[in-house]
């Protein structure tokens, strides 16, 4: 068959591209890790030196230089990092922990309500119940419904395979 370099560089393509988006939520992972640790830093180097000097200022402004820390992507990275649903109470306690995420919302949950309600228009987190309490939790794709999928596609390409 003619084609069939093509199909196994789209494969070939497919494979590395499924790799690299399970390398990236492991990468955000990490990242979130490094920026509570961050955080945590900043707020002991403040309380240690005193009032004199205002660390945190220094710190937040430091890392908007690294990485965009608006409300919207960093709840995308808490959720694609969590492992269980959370409630927006959980979601808030998470963004501060990252720190200055929330500082200029009068209304702290119902700012993070409308986010998780948007990304969950947008498919990307579902809703679900934790402890009687509306919750989100990350939409994960099913690796049982992606080998399904590659299933079909590799008995309808041998199908065509077998009609030429």
């Known amino acids: 068959m003619a084609n069939k370099?093509?199909?196994?560089?789209?494969?070939?393509?497919a494979n590395e591209l499924e790799a690299l988006v399970t390398e990236q939520e492991r990468i955000e992972g990490r990242i979130l890790s490094l920026r509570k640790s961050m955080n945590a830093l900043a707020q002991l180097i403040s309380e240690h030196e005193g009032k004199k000097v205002d660390f945190d200022d220094y710190a937040r402004a430091r890392l908007r230089e690294i990485v965009d820390t608006s409300i919207t992507e960093d709840i995308k990275r808490i959720m694609t990092a969590a492992d269980d649903a959370f409630t927006t109470s959980d979601v808030r306690e998470e963004l501060n922990k990252l720190g200055g995420s929330l500082a200029e919302q009068s209304n702290p949950l119902a700012t993070i309500n409308a986010v998780l309600n948007r990304l969950h228009e947008q498919g990307f987190v579902e809703e679900t119940v934790k402890n009687g309490r509306k919750a989100w939790a990350r939409k994960r794709k099913s690796q049982q419904s992606l080998r399904e999928l590659r299933d079909k596609f590799k008995a309808a390409r041998e199908r065509l395979e077998s009609q030429k």
């Open 5 to 13: 370099p093509y199909w196994e560089a789209y494969e070939a393509a």
